[in-house]
């Protein structure tokens, strides 16, 4: 898994690891569980190498959360996005993206925005 992150992050790196949290107010996740989710993230984009910013983006049907709520230029800076699955299926993703889950985090519930390679 660490491998096939570290190739997906961009090379220029700040020194500084920040993952910006959407939609964790408003998702009905408890307190717990999100710190969790967070540990496990920051966790493993550490142990990737990462050390930018990354956003987490809680998705139900009760957030309001979209990926145009991320700061601008996210998308085009490559900043790595994740969606923790809040509801039944994750949000649609953007045109030329996919959300690709991520088997290594217990839930089956957190996924990585990429780029389709068509």
Known sequence: MWKQLRALLPISQPDQLTISSHGQETCGIPFEQVTEV??????????????????????????????????KGSLRRNDPIFLYRCGDRPMPPPSGYYWRLMSEYPTLRMYQLEIKND
């Open 38 to 71: 967070m540990k496990w993230l920051g966790l493993s984009l550490i142990a990737a190498g990462y050390q930018a910013r990354a956003h987490m983006v809680w998705d139900s049907p009760e957030t309001s959360v979209s990926l145009g709520d991320l700061p």
